[in-house]
């Protein structure tokens, strides 16, 4: 069945109703943050209890690498960043942003009439893991191809692999920055779903072309800029190269690429004007 917006809204509308209900709970006070940020990369001292529960980590992480700066070295090997790294992909959004893309993409894989699966920036898979959860619990088994620029990804796999033996899972190296290679245009059998957390931001908005070439669905799990606005603490993240990925930028090729596109939680930045988009389906 071909995929329309009537048909996201059939299959999905009550992770829509969670997840955006949980977004403008959890983020409702984003802007109470964007100005303490401010204060951070003033130097001003701001103390944890006035930051909302929710970017309590961000703010950590943010004055690790002011003052990192203001050492003049950036240490990524730093007990105290990782150590909050870890704190933050341990999360309760980072954890349950994982379950909702993965669902998103399995019932949308499922009701389309999907042949495989395409996970980018796997890394640590960790969304892997995820998705094999989820494809066991609903019963779906789709052959996953996972890729990532680096080597890692293929000790990750062959880990998880281990553990779920009967999972139709590959891995190949792909830096999504450049065209995909001969073997993993070999191992996609479309119409192939393509979904991500956090990958696109690290890289740049002509992966779009060349994600066109092996995908026919996208579930896009990063926070795509909506207002054109930065604030203090886009500027320092930057610095880690979690460069602001406006929509502006990468709309155009959507459009030629992927022209059907749906807002996920359109609800949530209508309701707490929450600047960025953070999850986006679109389709040939």
């Known amino acids: 069945m071909p995929l329309t917006n009537a048909l996201i809204k059939d299959t999905c509308s009550d992770l829509e109703q969670t997840y955006v209900d949980y977004l403008v709970d959890h983020f409702g006070d984003w802007e109470v943050w964007a100005k303490a940020s401010q ?107 996972t890729t990532d620029a680096q080597p890692v990804i293929l000790e990750n796999i062959e880990k998880l692999r281990s553990e779920y033996p009967q999972a139709p899972l590959q891995s190949l190296l792909w830096n999504i920055t450049a065209p995909p290679p001969e073997d993993l245009r070999a191992a996609i059998k479309p119409p192939a779903l393509l979904y991500e957390r956090y990958t696109l931001n690290y890289a740049n908005v002509s992966a779009i072309k060349n994600i066109s070439q092996v995908a026919d669905i996208l579930v896009l799990g990063d926070w795509f800029n909506y207002t054109g606005a930065l604030y203090a603490y886009d500027e320092v993240f930057q610095k880690i190269g979690a460069k602001p990925f406006f929509y502006k930028d990468i709309k155009p090729l959507l459009d030629e690429y992927f022209p059907n596109q749906h807002v996920f939680d359109q609800r949530a930045i209508d309701a707490i004007k929450l600047p960025n988009i953070t999850l986006l389906i679109a389709w040939k």
Do not use: C
């Open 39 to 145: 204060r951070v990369a003033d130097r001003e001292k701001v103390s944890e209890e006035e930051i909302p529960e929710a970017f309590r980590t961000e703010f950590k992480i943010m004055k690790v690498i002011v003052e990192m700066e203001d050492l003049g070295k950036f240490d990524w090997n730093n007990p105290a960043l990782t150590g909050l790294f870890g704190e933050l992909a341990q999360g309760s959004f980072y954890t349950f942003f994982g379950d909702t893309i993965t669902k998103i993409a399995l019932r949308l894989a499922d009701a389309a009439g999907v042949s495989t699966l395409l996970e980018i920036g796997a890394g640590k898979a960790n969304l892997t893991r995820i998705m094999l959860n989820q494809m066991a619990h609903m019963n779906i088994s789709k052959p996953i191809v």
